[in-house]
C-alpha cells in the first residue's frame, strides 16, 4: 500500500513537472521526467517494479497524449526492465554506472519509438529521431539523474 | 524474461487495436479527465504573468491589466493580418494590377484561444489548446499566431481541442513560394524549427530567404498565411526535386495566445 502511495505521488509529481513547469521545450529539447522515474525505479527496485511501473506510466501517458494507445507503455516498459536488469549485474551505488544506463535507456526509448511510430506509420524517420534532440534529452536526463542521485546520497549520508 | 515478453505483447496489442479506424479510443476518458490536465499548464501560464506583474508593476489594477490584455490580443491579430496578408496582398496586387475585376480577398474571423497543455513527451508535436466543441472548433480547423501558421486541429472534446503543428510529421501543408509563386507541399520533419518543402522541381528559382505561405489549394488552409523562410537549398543530382528546408516563423517552444481561424 505504501509502495502504491508513493508511486502514485512520484507520477503525478512527474507528470506535473513536464506538463506545468517543463512545457514545450523548443529547439533546445527538454528532459524527460517521465523516464527518468522509470529508470531510477528499476535502478532501486528491480526489473519486476521496474517493468510494472514503466508499463503503467507509459499506459498513463498514452490514454492522456498519445495517438496510439500502448506506444509509451511499450517503450517505458522495456526500459525499466532494463534499468532493473543492469543493477542486479553491476554495482548499484556506482554514479556514472547509473549514467551510462540514463543516457542508454533515453537512446533506447528515441529509438523505440521512433521505430514504433514508423511501423504504424505514424511517422518516416527512423534514424532522424536519434539527431540532437534524442541526444539533447539524454544530456539533460543524465545531468538530472546525477543532480537526484547526489541528493539522495546526501540524505542518506553518503556520498560515493 | 517472460513477464517483459507478455507486457511487450500486451503493449503491442494494444497498439494495433487503437491503431485501426474506429477501434479501441481514449477519447471518453480524456474528454472527461482533459480539464485536470489542462488546468495544470495554465497554472503555469498564471504563475508566470504573476511574477511577471508582481515585479513590474504592483500598482496596477484589474481594469488596466484586463485592458492591456485585450489589447496585446488585438496587437496580437494585427501582426498576424499584417505578416499573413498584407505581404501577400501586395505581392498579389502587382500581378493583379493588369487584370480587371479582380475579386476582394475575403478575411477571416479570428478566435482567441490559449495552449493548455503539452504532451509530456516530446515525440508528436501537437498541443492542446482552451476552446473545444462547446466553443464551436470544428475538426481541421486552422490555427494561427502573431507569428505565422500553426498548424490545425485534428480532435475535439468538450473544452479542449488538440491542435497538429507543422512540425509533426503528419502535417502537410499547401505552400507557395512568395516571390516566384512556386508550389509545394510542406511537410513537418518531427524535429523542432524545420520542415521540408516537398515536390519542388530543380528549374525553380528559389534562394534562400524567400517566404513560403499558404497556397490554399485543397481548400483547408486558407490563402496567404505566413508559415515561414527558406533556410537551405540542396539539390541532389539523383533527385527529381530540391530538397528545401523551411525554418517557420513561429516559435514552438514558447506558444501561448494563438486564434483559430473560424470560416
Redesign the interface.
Known sequence: MKKLAVFAILTTVA??I????V????????P????ILVVLWGWERG??EG?LVG?AI?LI??????????????SL??IG?LSGEIRERVYQGNVVLLLVTMGVCSLLDGFT??L??FL?R????VI??L?Y?VLL?ALYNCGLAFLIFLARSLWRGKVY | MAYLIGFLILSFVLMVVSGFEGGLSTRTVREKIYLPVGSLHSARLHLQSWFTELSGSLQENEKLREENRLLKRELAESEFREKSYYQEIIASNQRLKKMLGFKQERTHQLLPAEVTAYPPRSFFKVVFISKGEREGMKRNMVVVNAEGLVGRIVEIYPHQSRVLTILDERSKVGVIDQRTRDLAILKGKGLEGVCELQYLLKKAPIEVGDEVVTSGVGGLFPKGILVGTVSHIRENPHRLFLEVEVTPTVNFGRLEELFVIKE
Open positions: 507528470f506535473v513536464q506538463v506545468a513547469v512545457g514545450g521545450g523548443g529547439k533546445w529539447g527538454r524527460d521526467f517521465l523516464l526489473w519486476k517493468l508499463f507509459g501517458n498514452d490514454i492522456f497524449f498519445s495517438p496510439l494507445l500502448g506506444l509509451n507503455a511499450f516498459s522495456l526492465y519509438l521512433s514504433l511510430s504504424f505514424l511517422s518516416s524517420l532522424g529521431r539527431t534532440l534529452t
